[in-house]
């Protein structure tokens, strides 16, 4: 499958409002990161506007300036999560996947937990 501009342009929009929102929760502002980064703070911001494409090495800087995996980079589409089941049980995986033994179990049980309680409110 081919991939369209109209695609990689929509790729670079979802990348950039990822890393926008991850720098957001951070509460670090485009000069905090750029210095914590290494990397010019009007590059960052291109790059949240999908204006830009950007390097693997760019992506490591970032990811340590944020304190975060790169993989939590490409988890896109926070604000539809809910509105895909898909989308939403892939998002699980992939955080299920970075638990170890302990922590699954209590995810598990966290997970039937609640699940227990919506199920609660319905009646």
């Known amino acids: 499958m081919k991939l369209s501009k109209e695609n990689m342009s929509n790729i ?42 950007i390097s693997l090495e760019a992506i490591e800087r970032l990811t340590k300036g944020l304190q975060v995996e790169m993989f939590e980079l490409f988890v896109l589409n926070d604000e539809n999560i809910g509105e895909n089941l898909e989308e939403f049980l892939k998002e699980v995986k992939i955080q299920v996947a970075f638990l170890n033994k302990k922590e699954r179990k209590f995810f598990l049980d966290l997970t039937r937990a609640i699940a227990s309680g919506l199920k609660g409110l319905k009646k």
């Open 12 to 53: 670079k929009k979802q990348f950039g409002a990822r890393l926008r929102s991850l720098r957001i929760g951070k509460e670090l502002t485009l000069e905090d990161l750029s210095d914590i980064s290494g990397l010019h703070s009007t590059y960052i911001g291109s790059v949240e506007r999908g204006e830009r494409n």
